[in-house]
Structures are given as C-alpha cells and as structure tokens.
C-alpha cells in the first residue's frame, strides 16, 4: 500500500481559524490515491485542528468566543513563560484537538457538504504553523 506525506506551512497573524480544505485537498489529488485514510497533524501546543462547518462565518466567530470562555487570559495559571496567552492556549488546543483522520474515496476527503478542515491559532503573536500530511491507500 502506498503512503504519501507533506507539511502544509500555514501563516497566521493572531487568533482566529484558517480553512484548509482546499490545500489539503489539492495535496491529496495529487498523490493518485483513489481511497485511503488521510492523517493531519497539526506540530504546535498552541495551535488546533477542527472540522466544522464551513458555510457561515458566525460559526468559527461563536467557536472562538466559546473557546475564550472556557479558558480566558488571566493570572490563574501558573505557566506564562511566553505571555498571558500562553496557556489559555495550550488548554484550547487540548480541548479541540491536533489531528484529524479524514477517509479517501474517489481521491477525495470525505467530508459532509458543510464541513471543511480548519487551522484555530490560539496563540496573539503571527505564527508560521505546519501540519503534518499522511496519506496511506491505493
């Protein structure tokens, strides 16, 4: 069975959710792979990895508030060796995620009709932020 990797590189200038779908889905055609299981995974503490839908806006803006409301900047932790941000940040990330495993049919992710595949940087400062691609099918 043949395996494909690649590190997508995604710049971010600050909190937000960055859809990659459509990197990831080019990436993908161009392996061949007709079906197979696609691994994403994103190589920061900091940053996250999320499907979710992708159609309206309000959704990534009410996620990312929920997100602060969970784990707000504050004097309450103990590590802040880069900054207040810190870890708030690293407690988003725990709670969504860094990988993901789409399934591959007719070389391409199964997503449903709304979903799409999302970088969330948690960290104020811009970030050069990479996600680790594999790809194993046929």
């Not at 971010?12 to 055609?29: F, K, L, N, Q």
């Not at 920061?44 to 508030?65: G, W």
């Not at 993901?100 to 049919?105: F, S």
Request: charged share 20%; with cysteine; aromatic share 4%.
């Amino acid at each position: 069975m043949p395996h494909h990797t690649s590190t997508l590189a995604v710049p971010t200038s600050g909190p937000g959710m960055h859809e990659i779908t459509r990197d990831i889905a080019a990436w993908v055609a161009s392996t061949g792979i007709r079906a197979g299981l696609l691994t994403a995974l994103c190589r920061h503490t900091s940053a996250s990895l999320v499907i979710t839908e992708n159609a309206s806006a309000a959704v990534r803006r009410d996620m990312l508030r929920w997100l602060d409301r969970l784990a707000p900047q504050g004097a309450q932790y103990e590590h802040d060796d880069e900054g207040p941000d810190e870890m708030p940040a690293h407690l988003k990330s725990a709670l969504t995620g860094v990988s993901l495993c789409v399934p591959i049919d007719l070389g391409e992710m199964m997503l449903g009709t709304w979903q799409g595949v999302f970088l969330i940087e948690h960290r104020a400062a811009p970030h050069r932020r990479e996600i680790a691609l594999h790809l194993a099918g046929e």
